[in-house]
């Protein structure tokens, strides 16, 4: 899964199992961070 906002995009692992008949989020964690791009980077200004 990805999030996305001003401050950056995450990246976010998720491990799933089902529970009492339903599947259930029993893990998550980082998977990867991007800054966001800056105004003008790679423009040489």
Known sequence: ???RSS???VA???RWR???GQ???VEIG???FEAPE???AG???
Do not use: D, I, N
């Open 1 to 3: 899964m990805r999030f």
């Open 7 to 9: 401050a950056g995009t």
């Open 12 to 14: 976010v692992a998720t």
């Open 18 to 20: 089902p529970m009492l």
């Open 23 to 25: 599947w259930k989020v």
């Open 30 to 32: 980082l998977a990867g």
């Open 38 to 40: 800056q105004p003008g």
């Open 43 to 45: 423009t040489g200004g």
